[in-house]
């Protein structure tokens, strides 16, 4: 009798997805004023709906860095850079921000997360600086890279839920996917509406595609 061949499926190189769960064809590039450095957790576990290498596929002007720690800004984006032109986005709503009855946006805080009265405007931003990970690994690159405490601080309050709806539970229900927090911050920063339906467009088709993969599992269990 033959043994069982074992299939071996690499991921695509580019979007590092399995075959199934492929995004290339729909990722576009999207423009955006402002720079995006997306700092990636080297455990982010994610790697079936994980999003921040979506997100810096689809946008030229942003940086994608795997790591724990970097000694500045100007190591991690490999640039020049101006601390107080940046702002990092909190991910999730694990800070304590008198958010209650705030509208929707992109709220500038102090140290101790009060909002700032004068708030930047897009004009006074270079970039942004967002966080990929759980909310641990968040919180891990946050103690490590200290210089983020230099930048401005921004809580995104999303105006929509996420589209991971049933496929993600962790670690809030109210959080975004990193590409998504992209979206919305950049929406909110004034880029053009392509752009933040772009990168969620490309978001949804790779849930679709995970849905349909997760279908098509549990009717091969059944037969
Ligand atoms: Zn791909």
Redesign the pocket.
């Known amino acids: 009798m033959a043994e069982p061949s074992i299939v071996v499926v690499e991921n ?1 190189p ?2 590092q ?1 399995a075959p199934a769960l ?3 064809e729909s990722i576009q590039q999207l423009a955006a004023r402002h720079h995006v450095l997306i700092l990636q957790h080297p455990q982010e576990p994610d790697h079936d709906l994980g999003s921040a290498r979506i997100a810096h596929l689809s946008l030229p002007n942003s940086t994608l860095k795997v790591g724990l720690s970097w000694p500045n800004l100007k190591t991690a984006l490999g640039k020049e850079a101006v601390n107080s032109r940046w702002a990092v986005l909190y991910l999730g709503s694990g800070i304590k921000a008198p958010t209650a009855g705030k509208k929707t946006g992109l709220i500038f805080v102090d140290k101790k997360g009060i909002p700032l009265e004068a708030a930047p405007t897009p004009k006074d931003l270079d970039g942004i600086v967002v966080i990929d990970g759980t909310w641990s690994q968040a919180k891990a690159l946050w103690w490590r890279n200290a210089w983020l405490l230099k930048l401005k601080r921004a809580i995104l309050i999303p105006s929509q839920p996420s589209l991971y709806k049933e496929l993600r539970r962790e670690p809030r229900k109210e959080c975004l996917s990193t590409i998504e927090t992209v979206a919305d911050a950049l929406e909110i920063l004034g880029a053009p509406p392509a752009t933040a339906n772009g990168l969620r467009g490309t978001f949804k088709v790779l849930l679709d595609k995970r849905r349909a993969q997760l279908k098509e599992a549990r009717a091969a269990r059944k037969s």
Request: proline share 0%; aromatic share 0%; net charge positive.
């Open positions: 695509c580019h979007c997805k492929c995004v290339c």
